[in-house]
């Protein structure tokens, strides 16, 4: 069983940083990629960024939050990592960490989550 959890969430005033960390364990072949998304009351669940498992790691991200949040990898570790910088009210949210992941060489991915971490940031 794959299992992806996360943690780093928590309070943080205006203009703070913050980082999430998400951690793949269990038996697996390969993780395609690797992302973020967040989930706030009354929204659906949007990708915040994403980055590539395997190469340079390609990454892309939510417009609104380019040149503040960065995300970042260690494939030795199979764990992934949101930075996020000069954080402003609006991006208050539950953020999920997720992958695409191979479970054997001949697979399709399949989407895992991780159980979400409240972040919240005061004005």
């Known amino acids: 069983q794959v299992q992806l959890v996360e943690s780093g969430g928590g309070l943080v005033q205006a203009g703070g940083s913050l980082s999430l960390s998400c951690a793949a364990s269990?038996?697996?072949?390969?993780?395609?990629?690797m992302g973020w998304y967040r989930q706030a009351p009354g929204n659906q669940r949007e990708l915040v960024a994403r980055i590539f498992g395997r190469g340079t790691g390609t990454t892309n991200y939510l417009d609104s939050v380019k040149g503040r949040f960065t995300i970042s990898r260690d494939n030795a570790k199979n764990t992934w990592y949101l930075h996020m910088t000069n954080l402003k009210p609006e991006v208050t949210a539950v953020y999920y960490c997720s992958a695409d992941i191979k479970r054997d060489f001949t697979s399709v991915e399949i989407l895992y989550w991780g159980q979400g971490t409240q972040v919240t940031v005061s004005p």
């Open positions: 269990g038996r697996f072949f390969s993780i395609t990629d």
